[in-house]
């Protein structure tokens, strides 16, 4: 038989489900907007350079220097223009034709063949910085592997060769390190968004009013609003999943069960801000404004989803600290790129658990039956 306070319980909670079933938008942040955002990122977005438009300049062509620019014809990453003189490229870049440029100097073969030091030019635009590494490891690349191949047994090849292997992400795909970090995103959007607008609704409709004459308790109040949102994250988690394996093709090498329950985390941490946002913010305008700002901008910037935290100034560092989507990104690429790994996933689980605990905590200390 079920006590009043579990029929007050369930009643609120049934409550918030029709509210659910009755309002799109909370169904669309769920589970439209995950969709949308993998299928921007997914597709939209990618830190890999393709086709990069590249200048050769070959002062003296001759059989060496063919066997040289060939790796960049056959190359997936660069699209070729060849150019007679070092000033015809050097213009070509100062216009944006091309990005970067390689030349190989008149005495390119000479020096080569007699085993001294054959220089290669190598100039790249590094206005947009990153892309300037991206293109300078891809000219090393080209380089190292002609070396292997050309030059691997005559007798002024190098003695020590470079054998390079990449860890957890052998095919160097960017997509399969950003689906993982968005998933963090789209939670954090699901978890904070959603329920900041929770009980701000209820104080502009006037409900909340009268919800504070009767007999229920804030804690009741609370937990009808956190179940059900948790339920529609999870769903939203589930959703994400499933597109980044299946339509993506990111490798899950870790296990669902250690995935569901650090999620399960997280989620209760970001459910956790949104109800103490909205419990201090009495407008849906407001309350949504605040958790943007304080959840989902600290979150996309300061959790490592896509600037490294070790490039970030010290002080930035420990600031990333008190931002619970840093702890999840690096879950979630642990479990989907390398596995279960423990101690990347338990001190950062502890992490998750601690922090869920705080903002629930304040959001439920916060929670009085009041109207001022």
């Known amino acids: 038989m079920r006590t009043p306070a579990l029929q007050r319980l369930f009643g609120l909670m049934r409550k918030e489900f029709v509210q659910i079933g009755r309002d799109p938008s909370a169904l669309a942040v769920a589970f439209v907007l995950p969709a949308v955002l993998l299928l921007i990122f ?3 977005v990618s830190l890999d350079a393709r086709n990069v438009p590249l200048a050769l300049v070959v002062e003296q ?15 997936p990453y660069f699209k070729i223009h060849r150019y007679l003189t070092i000033q015809a490229a050097e213009r070509a870049m100062t216009a944006r034709t091309v990005t970067g440029i390689v030349w190989l100097r008149n005495n390119f073969t000479r020096q080569a063949l007699t085993g001294a030091t054959a220089p290669i030019g190598v100039i790249v635009n590094g206005v947009d910085a990153n892309n300037a590494r991206i293109v300078e490891g891809y000219v090393q690349e080209v380089w190292e592997q002609w070396l292997t191949s050309e030059l691997g047994t005559r007798p002024y090849a190098p003695t020590i060769a470079l054998t390079p292997r990449v860890w957890f992400n052998p095919a160097v795909i960017s997509r399969n390190y950003l689906i993982p970090g968005l998933i ?11 329920t900041a607008l929770v009980i701000a609704r209820e104080w502009e409709r006037g409900t909340m009013e009268a919800l504070m004459v ?19 994250g999870m769903g939203g988690m589930a959703v994400s999943v499933s597109l980044a394996v299946f339509l993506f093709g990111v490798p899950l090498h870790g296990s669902l069960l250690v995935l569901t329950a650090t999620s399960t ?23 949504g404004q605040i958790a943007i700002i304080t959840t989902f901008l600290p979150a996309f910037i300061l959790s490592g989803f896509v600037f490294d935290i ?8 420990v600031i990333t ?13 642990s479990i989907f790129l390398a596995g ?10 502890l992490a998750l658990a601690v922090m869920a605990a705080i903002f629930l905590g304040l959001a439920r200390a916060n929670a009085r039956k009041r109207l001022d």
């Open 42 to 44: 997914g597709y939209g």
């Open 61 to 75: 062509p001759d059989a060496l220097s063919a066997s040289f620019t060939s790796q960049f014809e056959h190359s």
């Open 184 to 194: 963090a995103m789209i939670m954090t959007l699901t978890g904070a968004l959603l």
């Open 214 to 232: 009767t007999r229920v308790q804030m804690r009741e109040i609370l937990l009808a609003k956190l179940v059900p949102y948790f339920i529609l």
């Open 265 to 287: 985390l997280f989620m209760l941490a970001a459910l956790g801000m949104g109800l103490l946002i909205s419990g201090v913010a009495r407008n849906q305008f407001v309350a």
């Open 310 to 317: 070790n490039s970030m100034p010290r002080a930035v560092q």
């Open 321 to 333: 600290h008190i931002v619970a989507a840093r702890y999840f990104v690096a879950i979630l690429q």
């Open 340 to 349: 279960n790994i423990w101690s990347v996933i338990l001190p950062n689980a």
